[in-house]
């Protein structure tokens, strides 16, 4: 990329879980996942060979001071909007995955309508989870409702139910539920493109830190054949639902340090 501007990521921390459905946890998320990303046990090249801070500018705007209140839903739009205005792609680190929904809407106010890809064992597209409108389970029907996704492709789904696949149908979402998945026929949209990962996508072996234990999923190695795949840089990214208190050994923290380098990587996707 000699030459070329450096592209620039935005790490944004989302620590907050108050929409959790289960358990709670996920608002200790970004430190655990700054500090897989920090340790010396790696280092920052990606599968592609860009090097974090070399070939890619990455800026740590910290974490937001979300408080759990209505509020945090327009902290999120605008720290999302405020980064696609800079010029930079923001990966927020979760957090439980309500936070998709403002910032997809923050940055949807930058771009347009944006293009999903969604990994994850749950297909989040409650109409209201329990009586929260903004429950974690709720954040995509939230997103195609208003109109601020174009289409939205879900990867690894296994607990979709009657009422998720009567939404699916409603909203026109595509889903390639786990019993069906090979990483060759999974869709990838076009631009802008958002790419959200639930860590529950994956099996329980590979990522034991997470609120929801869901057998049978994604290995690491299925996620990054599907990113490998896409050659359009992304617009924006989250990996969320990393609950700490869950993990064994910092596994699922390294494995979340590793998606993020893999989506920077795309926010620079040298094939665009």
């Known amino acids: 990329m000699t030459g070329a501007p450096r592209p620039r990521v935005r790490l944004i921390g989302l620590p907050t879980d108050s929409h959790s459905s289960f358990l709670r946890g996920a608002a200790q998320a970004p430190a655990a996942i700054r500090a897989a990303l920090a340790s010396d046990h790696g280092n920052m090249a990606t599968e592609g ?5 070399a070939d890619i500018v990455v800026e740590d705007a910290g974490d937001l001071p979300l408080d759990e209140t209505p509020a945090d839903v327009e902290r999120i739009g605008a720290a999302a909007r405020g980064a696609g205005e800079a010029g930079t792609v923001p990966i927020f680190l979760g957090g ?8 997809v809407a923050g940055l949807a ?6 293009n999903i890809l969604h990994f994850d064992a749950h297909a989040d597209i409650y109409d209201d989870f329990e009586g929260d409108p903004l429950s974690h389970a709720s954040p ?3 997103i195609m409702e208003r109109g601020l996704a ?7 789904i296994r607990t979709f139910n009657r ?8 909203f026109g979402i595509e889903v390639i539920e786990m019993r069906h998945f090979t990483a060759d026929r999974v869709p990838l949209p076009g631009v802008p493109l958002y790419i959200s990962i639930d860590l529950d996508a994956l099996d329980p072996a590979f990522a034991p830190g997470v609120s929801h234990h869901e057998p049978g999923g994604l290995s690491v190695r299925d996620v990054l054949a599907v990113l490998h795949r896409i ?3 992304i617009v924006g990214a989250d990996v969320v639902e990393l609950n700490p208190s ?3 050994n910092g596994v699922t923290a390294v494995v979340a340090a590793k998606l993020v380098k893999e989506l920077a990587a795309l926010a620079a996707n040298p094939r665009r």
């Open 140 to 142: 995509f029907a939230r």
């Open 231 to 233: 050659e359009a840089p």
């Open 96 to 103: 439980d995955h309500m936070v998709s929904h403002p910032a």
């Open 163 to 170: 009422h998720c696949r009567e939404q699916a149908g409603r």
């Open 109 to 114: 106010a930058v771009h347009g309508p944006l």
């Open 246 to 248: 869950r993990d064994v």
């Open 49 to 53: 060979g860009l090097e974090l801070g």
């Open 150 to 156: 174009s289409r939205l492709v879900q990867v690894g």
